[in-house]
């Protein structure tokens, strides 16, 4: 059997047929955020596409997420859990596939992910095991993407031009720890100690009239590992969780081991919300890839608030 990349071990998910049809569980164990217990959201999303593409006929490519983060899924089992099957339970995300939609174009699937399975219930008249995460994936069959029509639009925001020629090497290989470290501080959960990918910002740009408002450049090739944001308000930043994320994918054939040049901008935050927008770009081709919006709850220390 081949072995696993980095990432291909993260996100892989296994069929849990005693559990039920298109039950999935995580294959590896989840290891928590350095600030919480908490588990990194965009690996409940991998994994939820992943369950949902084990469904799907194959020549279909996801082109569209859309998630909902409802509660905390906690890496570790509680410090007082006495049973031996519930402190096993919480150690796995049960992944819920709901075949919704099957055409010969498009495919549709509603993903909703637990932290204990069906079966562990102890209540009989419980309603079932409360939903922490549900998500709603489209896919294309792949030949109604490739083939070229008279009728079809093809269009794509060109890769930011401030850029101006800079190659990812050029960037020095520290320079993202020292760009959090001015604009962050230290104790923030901000690690850089992870090999799987390397990210290396190009600059902040700051609205005047705007202080919130914040748009960011960078580079990131590698497995695709998660990264953080830079700012100068996660100084004062005490809390942040994702409400909501959704994603397009634009390019199924994109290489995430390789470079990619992304766009984050941060467009309103209030009622203790923040909206950010974010895009990205393959480094090679200058074809736009991916595009997402996420909203997300922040607390900031003190009594400052959004």
């Known amino acids: 059997m081949e072995q696993k990349t980095l990432i291909e071990s993260l996100i892989a998910v296994a069929p849990m047929p005693n559990l039920g049809s298109d039950v999935y569980a995580n294959e590896k ?16 999303l991998a994994q939820a596409i992943s369950a949902a593409s084990a469904t799907v006929n194959p020549g279909f490519n996801v082109y569209s997420s859309q998630s909902s983060f409802l509660r905390p899924v906690t890496a570790a089992p509680p410090k007082d859990s006495s049973s031996s099957q519930e402190s096993q339970s919480q150690k796995a995300i049960f992944y819920h596939v709901e075949r919704t939609s099957d055409g010969r174009s498009y495919a549709t699937r509603v993903v909703r992910a637990t932290q204990t399975p069906p079966n562990s219930q102890k209540d009989d008249n419980d ?3 409360p939903c922490a995460y549900v998500a709603i994936i489209s896919f294309q069959r792949e030949s109604a993407t490739t083939t070229p029509t008279s009728n079809t639009l093809t269009y794509g925001v060109p890769m930011p031009a401030a850029l101006d020629g800079l190659k990812p090497d050029d960037i020095p290989e520290d320079a993202n720890r020292r760009l959090i470290d001015t604009w962050v501080g230290e104790g923030t959960g901000f690690s850089f100690e992870d090999p799987s990918f390397d990210w290396r910002p190009f600059g902040f740009v700051f609205e005047k009239d705007n202080p919130c408002a914040c748009r960011t450049r960078g580079v990131r090739g590698g497995d ?13 930043v005490v809390m942040n969780a994702s409400l909501t994320h959704s994603i397009s994918f ?20 209030a009622d203790g919300r923040v ?12 074809r736009l890839v ?15 608030k959004l």
């Open 224 to 236: 695709g590992s998660e990264d953080g944001d830079g700012g100068p308000l996660l100084r004062n």
């Open 127 to 129: 309603e079932g095991a």
């Open 250 to 269: 634009h390019d199924p054939g994109v290489r995430v081991d390789q470079w990619l040049v992304v766009e984050r901008e941060t467009s309103w935050g």
């Open 29 to 44: 164990p989840f290891t928590s955020q350095p600030t919480s217990r908490a588990v990194f959201g965009g690996l409940l």
């Open 290 to 304: 991916m595009s997402c919006v996420q909203e997300a709850l922040i607390r900031l220390r003190g009594a400052g």
């Open 275 to 286: 909206l950010v927008h974010q895009r990205a770009w393959d480094f090679g081709t200058g």
